[in-house]
């Protein structure tokens, strides 16, 4: 264990939760809560594993005299050559300049700069906290439309350019794509239904401040927009989602219309999608929204923070519901800010019709 | 010992209709997720054989109804396929990442094939 983790196990309200309670859900929830517990505990033992023999293999070249993990990034890209075999051939590690393709500076910069946002302002090392290295395959398969952490590593596609760019092209898609290792590491929020829209919702919010401090754009400046530039000039839309205003990033003959709804009158129930994870996420995500623009300045220092500390405080249950995580963080920000900014995120919750107070 | 094979069972004298949706990925997109209908005898001829091959390859009838993944985590996509030619039809859904070269090669196709119907005419 860190001292950084060791540390603010003793802060008031944050600990680790173990995987028990996923495996009890694994054991007595539901079919569908069990199949959701087996797959988050199978990527949570995937991340644990790696970390590790990572830990294993390095302890040496990351530990200091006193036991201390360094915070110095370490990032490795690789080249999957357009097939679907992990990691591929190994073309930038860290420290390395810029090489000519396009894609694996994007991943290296990204990789970077998200690691830099969670170091930098809440003190944390890497997605683990304990200095996981970052590692990322790009040219994944052939015209592959995605991108994906899986409990290891980031994995970008090509897009089709028909519809879709290369998917390292968005700062705030890596990031939110990292930050699910981050929810992975510290929430275990199943996979499904509102648990699971939190999930998405909770990388959509990180992913977006990343950007945010990486541009030193005010809550007022920023765009909150995740996924700009993925698509191609084909496709009627700006970007994947919109927390600003939810149902309005795109609409386009092949894609449909973005589903998102803002508040709870438009919550969609639904068996896709893992019960409409990227769909009812534009809830919280507007939430975050109204909560870091009613909160002023730039919005990592006062709602990312209230975010952050409710992604790990012990009181979140992996099946959190969206009043459950709204309560969380309307008593982190009395206490870790006060009366007013307790007002100002219950009110956010109230405009999209959640009663967190 | 894998699954058995059906050499045959796919040819080309019969009619082979595939539905095909993607579920999940970065976002949730309508379009995507609504299916979409491959009628293979619609296809130029090297098309046709080429996907019936593609599925005979892939033993798709001898398939669980939910093909196993490995380790996709959030946002990996979900495939459901449908194929019914004429004698049987079965009813699948695979999640990424997929280990199966076979069945691997065979969403590839039906992404492409999906892709250019739901173009608008």
């Known amino acids: 264990m860190s001292l950084i983790r060791a540390r603010r196990q003793h802060l008031p309200g944050c600990c680790i939760l173990p995987p028990d309670m996923l495996r009890r859900i694994a054991l007595h929830g539901s079919r569908n809560q069990r199949e959701a517990a087996l797959d988050t505990l199978a990527v949570d033992q995937t991340l644990r594993l790696g970390r590790a023999t990572y830990q294993l293999l390095e302890s040496g070249a990351r530990h200091g005299l006193l036991g201390v993990p360094t915070t110095a990034k370490q990032r490795t890209i690789y080249d999957a050559q357009g097939h679907e075999t992990l990691p591929g051939r190994m073309v930038r590690a860290e420290g390395a300049g810029g090489v000519a393709d396009v894609e694996v500076n994007e991943a290296y910069d990204g990789l970077g700069a998200t690691f830099d946002f969670y170091a930098e302002v809440y003190d944390r090392n890497s997605i683990d906290d304990e200095g996981l290295r970052l590692d990322a395959s790009v040219h994944y398969g052939r015209r592959y439309d995605n991108a994906f952490w899986n409990g290891r590593q980031m994995v970008f596609g090509d897009g089709d350019g028909d519809l879709f760019n290369r998917f390292t092209v968005s700062l705030d898609v890596i990031a939110h794509e990292l930050t699910h290792g981050v929810t992975g590491d510290e929430a275990h929020l199943v996979y499904l239904d509102q648990a699971g829209a939190l999930n998405e919702s909770i990388s959509d919010v990180f992913g977006s401040l990343v950007k945010q401090y990486a541009r030193r754009q005010s809550a007022g400046e920023a765009d909150w927009l995740i996924g700009e530039g993925l698509f191609t000039a084909s496709v009627h839309g700006v970007a994947l989602r919109s927390m600003k205003a939810p149902g309005t990033a795109f609409d386009d003959p092949v894609l449909g219309r973005d589903p998102q709804p803002a508040t709870m009158a438009g919550y969609v129930h639904t068996s896709s999608d893992s019960g409409g994870v990227h769909t009812n996420s534009g809830i919280p995500n507007h939430a975050f929204y109204l909560a870091a623009t009613g909160l002023g300045g730039f919005a990592w220092e006062k709602a990312g923070r209230i975010w952050y500390e409710t992604l790990r405080d012990k009181r979140l249950k992996p099946t959190a519901t969206f009043r459950q995580f709204a309560r969380c963080t309307v008593q982190n920000a009395a206490h870790f800010f006060g009366p007013a900014e307790r007002q100002t995120v219950s009110a956010a919750w109230a405009e999209v019709g959640i009663r967190a107070a | ?121």
């Open chain 2, 1 to 121: 010992m894998g699954r058995g094979r059906h050499p045959g069972r796919v040819g080309r004298g019969t009619a082979l209709r595939i539905d095909f949706s993607i579920d999940g990925g970065l976002a949730a997109f309508p379009g995507l997720a609504r299916p979409v209908s491959i009628h293979c005898d619609a296809l130029p001829a090297h098309e046709n054989a080429r996907l019936r091959d593609l599925v005979r390859r892939a033993d798709f009838f001898a398939l669980p109804p939910q093909e196993p993944s490995r380790g996709g985590g959030p946002d990996a996509r979900a495939y459901t396929i449908a194929i019914d030619d004429g004698s049987q039809c079965r009813t699948v859904t695979v999640r990424e990442p997929i280990a199966d070269p076979a069945l691997r090669d065979l969403v590839a196709e039906l992404r492409d094939k999906a892709m250019a119907e739901r173009r608008p005419k």
